[in-house]
């Protein structure tokens, strides 16, 4: 026997082999069942080895006594290999096995097979990692890897965005603002591809804050007036600390965000610093005081001083012509015009002394200079130049303010004002009977529109709004509440007086009318009670038992539809809010028209055929009025032999002709007169209509099948007995027909508590007359909108002139 055959036996008996041809690495969990199969094949037996330190657990099929109970030898059927079975894998059966034939061998390492463990986030602490908004982070998540490994994941909005194995996974990212809050996910899966844990958490971004100012980051202030600066930083730290800090010295003079300064001195002008300390660094920004002596020549100091604007224009020829100063709003609502004054070249426009800082505040706005020397160019002759006049002043409340406003007892109610304030108002207080008042809850909306009253005009100026809610208990709580609005320069009060609401006031019918389906109800709203009202117009068929209704909110008229023809009605209406309902009105008798309108269409043979019986009867009377002509000559021929013999016959027969001639010539009478003038007024209003509204091209085709349909129909406007004493108003028409479909009103709104003075109503609501003349001229054109809106309206917009504008120097 050689060296090395003798070697390679002492190895066996060993139980130790340096040759070592493969090795397979099995994961098992601790309790199954393992099958080693060896994969030499081999007339010779093969020697099983295991742990601990290759122990010798068979050779052959004979296994070793210390592990007979654990495992036991078999041999593949058709090609004799050995198997090691394993009956119940343990933690004493973990570890490599070898099997040999002397010569060949394999190793088998088995593994307990476990899923990863103990995941978690690095540096997160209650779910959240905190980080800075700019700031590179570098997010990480651990996880005890199982055997085998898996993957480890990092997610958020739904996406993986770091994919890593087996026990760490890392992502880098630059936080923004809008990754404030978002929430990543953590992953851990097993070999299979199976998530095993997760864990979550919510990126918590510390903004970077941008410092600036209010009202500006340079303050402009007169000298011994109330001053305040005030530091903000857009940041979301909530424990942030802010303090002022004075140049040159660097000392802090207040240690919040707000710089006030009760009587400003000239002293206190200079540059100061605010300086914010926050989770993501400290942060400073300056701003500046500049403090106005009040200087006795000054323009601008005193309010009662008057005031000149100069408009200077520039061109050649320098001769100039002046419109009318013209003053609007910053949302170019225009106010009034105002007379210019002519020295030299310019154009000067003085303000009269006023008496109190609220007339100060009506002269703020857009001021408009117009000149011209008569050169033309494409755009026009007139050009113009802006001047935005903003002057100082105590607030003042706007004329839309309601000095009586509504709640509900034990229910929550809202005083809300409106006011304009330049500059900035800077406090409110609130007084019951004389005493400060604090138990509300105040919402406020600076920069908004509001419809003030000025020189007259309703017209949009920028202002502040605040709405106090407060809870009404008791009965007590029904008071007056004055409100103070302060500003640096003054401030300005307002009484509201806070009252019970109610049910709204029972409406006041005025006129109905009736068309074929339709009925038209036009009233007068009575108080609304302090909140939105709505109408319900009851309705039903005589004898019928149930009211049927339609409800609306708009405020003086709707049309009913659906109706039958010639069929006699009652109708009545009540109006309701958020307390109760309003008393009914008494039932009015109406009937609907008897003659119902019927579409029709024709096809393309009906036309043809209604058009040759056109052309049939145009040939008829053709042929008719030749041959009366013909019999007109005969007889002018026939004339000088009767009047020879007879005069007297002639004179007769002349007569009898000229009768004829002139029943046929005969205009029509009165009432066809009335009608096809009405169908012409009805026609041009149609037209007019028809190209200064904007109604849809739908109603305008439906309204063509109300025209020339042979009926009249007369309307008449019932009218308020005993309480409208002009007698034209609402009264369309006088004229009587056996189709009248409507009737006077007797003591509409007599009785309840809620009366109404229909006169003044009518003097302030003129486009209600306007409207219901035009519903009545167009009733056989325009068909009601069938829907719960009022009548439909005719605007007829001007048009407006168009100037090219160029510069002019405006100085005041």
Same mark, same amino acid.
């Given at each position: 026997?050689?060296?090395?055959?003798?070697?390679?036996?002492?190895?066996?008996?060993?139980?130790?082999?340096?040759?070592?041809?493969?090795?397979?690495?099995?994961?098992?969990?601790?309790?199954?069942?393992?099958?080693?199969?060896?994969?030499?094949?081999?007339?010779?037996?093969?020697?099983?080895?295991?742990?601990?330190?290759?122990?010798?657990?068979?050779?052959?099929?004979?296994?070793?006594?210390?592990?007979?109970?654990?495992?036991?030898?078999?041999?593949?059927?058709?090609?004799?290999?050995?198997?090691?079975?394993?009956?119940?894998?343990?933690?004493?059966?973990?570890?490599?096995?070898?099997?040999?034939?002397?010569?060949?061998? +394999?190793?088998?390492? #088995?593994?307990?097979?476990?899923?990863?463990?103990?995941?978690?986030?690095?540096?997160?602490?209650?779910?959240?990692?905190?980080?800075?908004?700019?700031?590179?982070?570098?997010?990480?998540?651990?996880?005890?890897?199982?055997?085998?490994?898996?993957?480890?994941?990092?997610?958020?909005?739904?996406?993986?965005?770091?994919?890593?194995?087996?026990?760490?996974?890392?992502?880098?990212?630059?936080?923004?603002?809008?990754?404030?809050?978002?929430?990543?996910?953590?992953?851990?899966?097993?070999?299979?591809?199976?998530?095993?844990l997760e864990s979550s958490v919510h990126l918590e971004?510390?903004?970077?804050?941008?410092?600036?100012?209010?009202?500006?980051?340079?303050?402009?202030?007169?000298?011994?007036?109330?001053?305040? #600066?005030?530091?903000?930083?857009?940041?979301?730290?909530?424990?942030?600390?802010?303090?002022?800090?004075?140049?040159?010295?660097?000392?802090?003079?207040?240690?919040?965000?707000?710089?006030?300064?009760?009587?400003?001195?000239?002293?206190?002008?200079?540059?100061?610093?605010?300086?914010?300390?926050?989770?993501?660094?400290?942060?400073?920004?300056?701003?500046?005081?500049?403090?106005?002596?009040?200087?006795?020549?000054? +323009?601008?100091?005193?309010?009662?001083?008057?005031?000149?604007?100069?408009?200077?224009?520039?061109?050649?020829?320098?001769?100039?012509?002046?419109?009318?100063?013209?003053?609007?709003?910053?949302?170019?609502?225009?106010?009034?015009?105002?007379?210019?004054?002519?020295?030299?070249?310019n154009a000067i426009l003085t303000f009269p002394q006023?008496?109190?800082?609220?007339?100060?505040?009506?002269?703020?706005?857009?001021?408009?200079?117009?000149?011209?020397?008569?050169?033309?160019?494409?755009?026009?002759?007139?050009?113009?130049?802006?001047?935005?006049?903003?002057?100082?002043?105590?607030?003042?409340?706007?004329?839309? *303010?309601?000095?009586?406003?509504?709640?509900?007892?034990?229910?929550?109610?809202?005083?809300?004002?409106?006011?304009?304030?330049?500059?900035?108002?800077?406090?409110?207080?609130?007084?019951?009977?004389?005493?400060?008042?604090?138990?509300?809850?105040?919402?406020?909306?600076?920069?908004?529109?509001?419809?003030?009253?000025?020189?007259?005009?309703?017209?949009?100026?920028?202002?502040?709004?605040?709405?106090?809610?407060?809870?009404?208990?008791?009965?007590?709580?029904?008071?007056?509440?004055?409100?103070?609005?302060?500003?640096?320069?003054?401030?300005?009060?307002?009484?509201?007086?806070?009252?019970?609401?109610?049910?709204?006031?029972?409406?006041?019918?005025?006129?109905?009318?009736?068309?074929?389906?339709?009925?038209?109800? #036009?009233?007068?709203?009575?108080?609304?009670?302090?909140?939105?009202?709505?109408?319900?117009?009851?309705?039903?068929?005589?004898?019928?038992?149930?009211?049927?209704?339609?409800?609306? +909110?708009?405020?003086?008229?709707?049309?009913?539809?659906?109706?039958?023809?010639?069929?006699?009605?009652?109708?009545?209406?009540?109006?309701?809010?958020?307390?109760?309902?309003?008393?009914?009105?008494?039932?009015?008798?109406?009937?609907?028209?008897?003659?119902?309108?019927?579409?029709?269409?024709?096809?393309?043979?009906?036309?043809?055929?209604?058009?040759?019986?056109?052309?049939?009867?145009?040939?008829?009377?053709?042929?008719?009025?030749?041959?009366?002509?013909?019999?007109?000559?005969?007889?002018?021929?026939?004339?000088?032999?009767?009047?020879?013999?007879?005069?007297?016959?002639?004179?007769?027969?002349?007569?009898?002709? *000229?009768?004829?001639?002139?029943?046929?010539?005969?205009?029509?009478?009165?009432?066809?007169?009335?009608?096809?003038?009405?169908?012409?007024?009805?026609?041009?209003?149609? #037209?007019?209509?028809?190209?200064?509204?904007?109604?849809?091209?739908?109603?305008?085709?439906?309204?063509?099948?109300?025209?020339?349909?042979?009926?009249?129909?007369?309307?008449?406007?019932?009218?308020?007995?005993?309480?409208?004493?002009?007698?034209?108003?609402?009264?369309?028409?006088?004229?009587?027909?056996?189709?009248?479909?409507?009737?006077?009103?007797?003591?509409?709104?007599?009785?309840?508590?809620?009366?109404?003075?229909?006169?003044?109503?009518?003097?302030?609501?003129?486009?209600?007359?306007?409207?219901?003349?035009?519903?009545?001229?167009?009733?056989?054109?325009?068909?009601?909108?069938?829907?719960?809106?009022?009548?439909?309206?005719?605007?007829?917009?001007?048009?407006?002139?168009?100037?090219?504008?160029?510069?002019?120097?405006?100085?005041?």
């Amino acid at each position: 026997m050689d060296r090395h055959r003798f070697r390679n036996i002492l190895s066996i008996v060993l139980f130790s082999c340096d040759l070592v041809l493969t090795k397979e690495v099995i994961y098992k969990t601790l309790g199954s069942k393992v099958k080693l199969v060896c994969p030499i094949g081999t007339t010779r037996d093969i020697i099983w080895t295991g742990p601990p330190e290759y122990k010798i657990y068979a050779v052959g099929t004979d296994v070793s006594s210390h592990v007979s109970t654990l495992l036991e030898i078999k041999e593949t059927a058709p090609d004799k290999k050995s198997v090691l079975f394993i009956h119940r894998f343990t933690k004493d059966t973990s570890g490599e096995f070898r099997c040999s034939d002397g010569v060949n061998e +394999r190793e088998f390492n #088995l593994v307990i097979k476990r899923d990863p463990s103990d995941l978690a986030i690095v540096n997160a602490t209650g779910g959240k990692i905190i980080t800075v908004e700019g700031r590179e982070h570098n997010l990480e998540c651990m996880v005890t890897s199982g055997q085998p490994g898996g993957n480890i994941t990092l997610s958020t909005d739904g996406a993986v965005v770091a994919i890593n194995r087996p026990s760490l996974v890392s992502y880098r990212l630059i936080p923004q603002r809008s990754d404030n809050g978002k929430l990543f996910q953590c992953e851990a899966f097993n070999s299979e591809g199976n998530s095993i844990l997760e864990s979550s958490v919510h990126l918590e971004v510390f903004y970077i804050p941008k410092i600036s100012f209010s009202p500006n980051q340079t303050l402009t202030v007169k000298e011994d007036e109330e001053a305040r #600066l005030i530091c903000i930083n857009d940041g979301n730290d909530p424990d942030a600390n802010t303090v002022w800090k004075r140049h040159p010295t660097n000392t802090i003079i207040t240690q919040n965000d707000k710089l006030n300064f009760k009587s400003i001195n000239r002293i206190d002008a200079g540059l100061y610093t605010c300086r914010v300390d926050t989770k993501t660094g400290v942060y400073e920004d300056h701003a500046k005081i500049v403090v106005q002596c009040k200087c006795s020549n000054s +323009r601008y100091a005193i309010f009662s001083e008057r005031k000149k604007m100069v408009c200077i224009p520039s061109g050649v020829p320098d001769r100039y012509m002046f419109k009318d100063w013209e003053h609007t709003t910053e949302y170019n609502d225009h106010i009034r015009f105002l007379p210019i004054t002519k020295e030299g070249n310019n154009a000067i426009l003085t303000f009269p002394q006023n008496v109190t800082r609220k007339d100060q505040l009506r002269d703020r706005g857009i001021y408009i200079c117009r000149a011209s020397n008569n050169i033309s160019s494409t755009d026009g002759i007139f050009v113009m130049q802006k001047y935005n006049l903003n002057w100082n002043g105590s607030p003042y409340f706007v004329s839309s *303010t309601e000095n009586t406003q509504y709640g509900v007892y034990l229910k929550t109610a809202r005083i809300k004002i409106k006011f304009v304030s330049v500059p900035e108002y800077t406090s409110y207080d609130v007084y019951k009977n004389g005493t400060k008042f604090a138990e509300y809850t105040p919402t406020v909306h600076r920069n908004i529109r509001l419809t003030d009253n000025i020189y007259g005009k309703n017209i949009s100026v920028k202002g502040s709004s605040i709405s106090f809610q407060l809870q009404i208990d008791t009965i007590d709580d029904f008071s007056s509440y004055n409100v103070f609005v302060k500003n640096a320069i003054g401030y300005s009060n307002r009484t509201i007086k806070l009252v019970s609401a109610s049910a709204p006031c029972m409406p006041t019918i005025l006129q109905i009318s009736a068309k074929q389906t339709q009925i038209f109800v #036009l009233w007068i709203p009575g108080f609304d009670g302090g909140f939105l009202q709505w109408f319900i117009i009851e309705y039903k068929e005589i004898g019928d038992l149930y009211w049927k209704n339609q409800t609306t +909110r708009s405020s003086n008229s709707i049309v009913i539809g659906g109706l039958q023809p010639a069929t006699k009605y009652l109708i009545r209406m009540f109006s309701r809010n958020m307390i109760d309902d309003s008393n009914r009105t008494d039932f009015f008798f109406i009937q609907t028209d008897k003659y119902a309108i019927v579409e029709t269409s024709l096809s393309v043979q009906s036309v043809v055929i209604l058009s040759l019986v056109i052309i049939i009867a145009l040939l008829v009377a053709g042929m008719g009025l030749y041959i009366r002509r013909l019999k007109e000559r005969y007889r002018e021929r026939m004339e000088p032999a009767i009047n020879v013999q007879t005069p007297e016959g002639t004179f007769g027969e002349s007569a009898h002709y *000229t009768e004829i001639i002139e029943i046929d010539n005969l205009q029509p009478t009165s009432q066809e007169n009335n009608t096809s003038i009405m169908s012409m007024i009805n026609r041009d209003i149609n #037209l007019v209509s028809a190209e200064h509204t904007s109604t849809s091209s739908d109603n305008d085709s439906d309204s063509s099948e109300y025209l020339d349909d042979g009926y009249e129909k007369p309307y008449t406007t019932l009218v308020v007995t005993d309480q409208v004493k002009d007698d034209h108003v609402y009264l369309t028409t006088t004229k009587t027909s056996d189709y009248e479909n409507a009737i006077p009103f007797q003591n509409v709104a007599s009785g309840h508590a809620c009366e109404i003075v229909i006169e003044d109503y009518i003097s302030d609501k003129t486009n209600t007359h306007d409207d219901q003349e035009n519903w009545n001229l167009n009733y056989d054109v325009n068909d009601f909108y069938e829907t719960n809106d009022s009548v439909p309206q005719i605007y007829i917009y001007p048009q407006i002139d168009k100037a090219e504008y160029i510069n002019l120097s405006l100085n005041q």
